[in-house]
C-alpha cells in the first residue's frame, strides 16, 4: 500500500513519518516511532492500555488511524515527564502503588491527566465515572483514585 | 425492587508444597563497584517478589535496598524457581535469599580471612563494614573495597564472590499408609471477607456497594503490596462471583466471547463504592521474619460473600458462578414457583 508522510506534534516535537493509510496511531507509535508506552491490549477499544491525548483528549490509539492525528498533538505516557521531573500523577501512583504489573498504568495515567486538566477538584465517583473505560487485571482502581485524589488535594 | 443484603466468607489458603517438594533457588554476586547482583528464578508478574527478595537480601546483608539489585532474566540464566503461582514465593523464595547471602558472606570472610592471615571464624561484619574481631581499627576493610579488591585484583587476591541458597518446605513425603497423614503444605494464610449487595429484582443485576477484606499474612513484607494484593484480589474474585465467564452466552459455544470486550471484567464501577482492607500480622513459624503467602486468596473470599449476601438480601442461595442477572431471574422465578 502506497505510503505517505504523516507529520504531528509528539511530546512537543514535530515528527514525520511514512505510514500507509491503513496503520493506526498505536501501530506508528509503537512500530515505526519505538513509543512504547501506549500498550497494545485488546487492540479493539476496550482495555484503554492504549490510550493517548489528541489535542488534549484522551483516545484509543488503537482505533485512530494514524492519518488523522495530521498536523495535530499527540502526548503519550513519555511525554509527562518533564525535564526529568515526573508529573505529579506519576509521582502519586509510584508512591501510593496504584498499579502492580503495571500494563495499564501508561492508559491510567493519560486519562487521569486529562480529567484533572477539566476538573482539577473531582469527586471519588467523578473519578470513578471519568476513569471506567480503562480495565485494570490487578484490581488497582482503589490505589488509582486515591494517587488522583491526593494530586487533586495537592500533595504532589 | 433493590435488596439489601450482607455476606460472609471465611478463607484458608495453603501455601508452598510441603508434601512433594517445592524448592527455590538464589544467587547473590558482590559487584566490583559494592552492590550486589541477586538473580532469582521467581517471576515478577507484577505482584512485586522482586521488590520483597531485595528486601530480604538488604536486611540479612544489612545494607540499604538501593545496593541490591534484583534479575529474573531468562529462565536459561536464573536460578530455579517452581514458580510464581499458589502464592508460595513469599514463603519459600526468602530463604533461598537468605541462605545465598549467608553463603556470600562466608565467602567474602573467607577471602578477607586470606588477605589478612587470619581466621575467617574471626571475620565479623557491621553492615557494609568487614573487621577483624578484636583489631577492627587496624583491621577492617569497607564492602566497596573487598570489591574492588577481589574483583580487580591488583595489591589483592582475585576473587569471585558469590553466594548460592535453596530451600524447599520438607522433603518428599509419602502419605503415611496407616493415619493417611500427609503434611501437605508449608503454611496456611487466613482471611476473612463481608460483602453488601444490592440486587435489582427487576433486572437482576447485583451491585457491591460495601466490602470489607482482612488477611492474616504471617508478615506484612510490604504493606503497599500487601494492600494492592488485597484489593485486587477483589478483581478476580468480583469478576468470578458475578460476570466473568467464558461462555456468557450459555447454552451454546457459538455465542462465546470474540473478543475481550465480550469478557465482562469488574471496571472502576463494578468496584465497590466503598472499599476496606485489613492487614493481620502473626508470624508463621517456617517464614522468614515470619512472612508466609497469601494473595491468591485475596481472590477466593469475595465470591463465597458476594453469593451469601446475595441470599441475604433475596432468600435464594445461587449455586452457579458467575451469578449474571439471568441466573438470579431464573433463581427468583423457581423461588417464586416453588411458594
Known amino acids: 500500500m502506497k505510503q505517505q508522510v504523516l507529520t504531528f506534534i509528539l511530546n512537543g516535537e514535530e515528527v514525520a513519518v511514512l ?28 482495555c484503554g492500555a492504549c490510550t493517548v491525548l489528541l489535542d488534549g483528549e484522551p483516545v484509543r490509539s488503537c482505533l485512530t488511524l494514524a492519518l488523522t492525528v495530521e498536523g495535530r498533538t499527540v502526548t503519550t505516557v513519555e511525554g509527562l515527564m518533564v525535564k526529568g521531573e515526573l508529573d505529579r500523577l506519576q509521582k502519586a501512583f509510584y508512591e501510593r502503588g496504584a498499579f502492580q504489573c503495571g500494563f495499564c498504568t501508561p492508559g491510567m495515567l493519560m486519562v487521569a491527566k486529562s480529567l484533572l486538566a477539566k476538573n482539577p477538584n473531582p469527586s471519588r465517583d467523578e473519578i470513578r465515572s471519568y476513569m471506567a473505560g480503562n480495565l485494570c487485571r490487578c484490581g488497582s482502581y482503589e490505589e488509582i483514585i486515591e494517587a488522583i485524589q491526593a494530586v487533586a488535594a495537592g500533595e504532589y | 425492587m433493590k435488596k439489601k443484603g450482607v455476606g460472609m466468607s471465611c478463607v484458608l489458603h495453603p501455601t508452598g508444597n510441603k508434601g512433594a517438594g517445592d524448592p527455590s533457588q538464589a544467587a547473590i554476586q558482590l559487584k566490583p563497584d559494592g552492590t550486589f547482583a ?15 527478595l531485595r528486601q530480604f537480601a538488604a536486611d540479612a546483608l544489612g545494607v540499604p535496598i538501593e ?16 514458580g510464581s503461582f499458589a502464592s508460595r514465593v513469599t514463603l519459600i523464595d526468602p530463604h533461598a535469599v537468605v541462605n545465598a547471602v549467608e553463603d556470600l558472606k562466608r565467602r567474602i570472610r573467607e577471602w578477607v580471612a586470606n588477605e589478612w592471615e587470619a581466621n575467617p571464624e574471626d571475620i565479623e561484619f557491621d553492615g557494609e563494614t568487614v573487621y577483624l574481631r578484636g583489631d577492627r581499627e587496624r583491621r577492617s576493610m569497607t564492602m566497596d573495597q573487598i570489591a574492588a579488591g577481589a574483583n580487580f585484583g591488583g595489591g589483592y587476591n582475585p576473587g569471585f564472590l558469590v553466594g ?25 494464610s487466613f482471611g476473612c471477607c463481608i460483602a453488601e449487595v444490592e440486587v435489582d429484582t427487576e433486572t437482576g443485576v447485583v451491585d457491591v456497594t460495601r466490602l470489607v477484606q482482612v488477611w492474616e499474612v504471617g508478615k506484612a513484607v510490604n504493606p503497599l503490596l500487601v494492600r494492592a494484593q488485597i484489593n485486587g484480589g477483589l478483581h478476580i474474585g468480583m469478576g468470578y462471583a458475578l460476570t466473568e465467564s467464558s461462555y456468557p452466552y450459555w447454552p451454546t459455544e457459538d455465542y462465546a466471547p470474540e473478543k475481550l470486550g465480550d469478557y465482562f471484567m469488574p471496571t472502576f464501577l463494578d468496584y465497590p463504592p466503598e472499599l476496606i482492607y485489613g492487614i493481620e500480622e502473626v508470624p508463621h513459624p517456617a517464614g522468614v521474619q515470619g512472612a508466609k503467602g497469601f494473595s491468591e486468596g485475596s481472590s477466593n473470599g469475595p465470591p463465597p460473600a458476594i453469593i451469601a449476601a446475595i441470599h441475604d438480601a433475596i432468600g435464594v442461595w445461587i449455586d452457579t458462578y458467575p451469578a449474571t442477572p439471568e441466573v438470579i431471574l431464573k433463581a427468583l422465578e423457581a423461588k417464586k414457583a416453588s411458594e
Do not use: Y
Open chain 2, 38 to 52: 541477586l538473580l532469582v528464578g521467581a517471576v515478577d508478574i507484577g505482584q512485586g517478589s522482586n521488590t520483597i
Open chain 1, 19 to 46: 505510514v500507509t493509510p491503513t496503520e493506526t496511531l498505536l501501530d506508528v507509535l509503537r512500530e515505526r516511532l519505538q513509543i512504547t508506552g501506549p500498550k497494545r491490549g485488546c487492540d479493539d477499544g476496550e
Open chain 2, 67 to 82: 545496593k541490591i539489585l534484583v534479575s529474573n532474566f531468562a529462565d536459561d540464566f536464573a536460578p530455579l524457581c517452581l
Open chain 2, 164 to 188: 548460592t541458597g535453596a530451600w524447599q518446605p520438607a522433603k518428599f513425603h509419602a502419605h503415611d499408609p496407616e493415619t493417611g497423614e500427609m503434611p501437605a503444605v508449608g503454611a496456611i
